[in-house]
């Protein structure tokens, strides 16, 4: 299993915030986690070639969600 950390930032409603992602692969299966306000926010790709937040149990924005699966996408290093 190869494991991969790192921090993205994203701006939304005038505030910058750093959020950590681990994206953890093995074989050919992937999972996308971000730590978004305490939670661990699971996202999976969409048909649209982005990331999508895979459960709607969050009280979270859903623009925001989209903007940080965007960042992950856009700031994987």
Known sequence: MKTEQYDVIVSYKGKQQTIP????TEE???SIYAEI???KVHF???M???LRCASTEYSLDEE???QVG????????
Not at 21 to 24: E, F, H, L
């Open 21 to 24: 992602v681990v994206i953890k």
């Open 28 to 30: 050919e299966n992937i």
């Open 37 to 39: 306000e305490g939670f």
């Open 44 to 46: 999976v790709p969409d």
């Open 48 to 50: 649209h070639n982005g």
């Open 64 to 66: 925001f969600l989209y």
């Open 70 to 77: 965007k960042a992950i996408r856009e700031q994987r290093p």
